[in-house]
T-cell receptor
Framework: DSGVTQTPKHLITATGQRVTLRCSPR?????VYWYQQSLDQGLQFLIQ???????AKGNILERFSAQQFPDLHSELNLSSLELGDSALYFC??????????????????FGPGTRLTVL | AQTVTQSQPEMSVQEAETVTLSCTYD???????LFWYKQPPSRQMILVIR??????QNATENRFSVNFQKAAKSFSLKISDSQLGDTAMYFC???????????FGAGTILRVKS
């Protein structure tokens, strides 16, 4: 168990709908990352938040948005869903409180993922 | 931009034997980290081993070791004494020093046969 939790585990919805995926980082971790794993695109980085602020953006569609709340949990919002959005969405966390952001390597601990199926 | 290439989509090995998974990468960075992640059927992402590019010594973790060739931009994973529990998808990944995102290869499915 990595200490990162994600809900729900599975989500089935229809095209055009909107869903919210939730992630709780490991206790004390300030940074949250979202990754998408799909058959077409493989595993790719979407976005990173650090202590409530967006820190880095990857191949995230404009229909997707994320935020990190004061309690450090994060939500990934996917809207106007398309069949191609079906994927496993992972959240990872790192950077324990007290460690410098630009310091040495920090392992990213992955949650169990949310499986999204768009029908 | 960095890219990671895993040229072996699938591999199989007999239990107790040794197998090597290949990975090459492309980057202009001089300092970075390389990783091998394991994704078993449960889909959990598990860090297997990490290599710092500034270290010449190859990393080892029990039955897992890497062959890191910085000049050739090659980073292979050797699994010794393969076990049935090693059956999984293995991803090679790259991260810049002070970076924040992992760049993954396409993965290699490893099947350990009894």
């Amino acid at each position: 168990d990595s200490g990162v939790t994600q809900t729900p585990k599975h989500l089935i919805t229809a095209t055009g709908q909107r869903v919210t995926l939730r992630c709780s980082p490991r206790s004390g971790d300030l940074s949250v990352y979202w990754y998408q794993q799909s058959l077409d695109q493989g595993l790719q980085f979407l976005i990173q938040y650090y202590n409530g602020e967006e820190r880095a953006k990857g191949n995230i569609l404009e229909r997707f948005s994320a935020q990190q709340f004061p309690d450090l949990h994060s939500e990934l919002n996917l809207s106007s869903l398309e069949l191609g959005d079906s994927a496993l969405y992972f959240c990872a966390s790192s950077f324990p409180r007290g460690l410098r952001l630009a310091g040495a390597y920090n392992e990213q601990f992955f949650g169990p993922g949310t499986r999204l199926t768009v029908l | 931009a960095q890219t990671v290439t895993q040229s072996q989509p699938e591999m199989s090995v007999q239990e107790a034997e040794t197998v090597t998974l290949s990975c090459t990468y492309d980057t202009s960075e001089s300092n970075y980290y390389l990783f091998w992640y394991k994704q078993p059927p449960s889909r959990q992402m598990i860090l297997v081993i990490r290599q710092e590019a500034y270290k010449q010594q190859n990393a080892t973790e029990n039955r897992f070791s890497v062959n890191f060739q910085k000049a050739a931009k090659s980073f292979s994973l050797k699994i010794s004494d393969s076990q049935l529990g090693d059956t999984a998808m293995y991803f090679c990944a790259f991260m810049k020093q002070y970076g924040n995102k992992l760049v993954f290869g396409a993965g290699t499915i490893l099947r350990v046969k009894s």
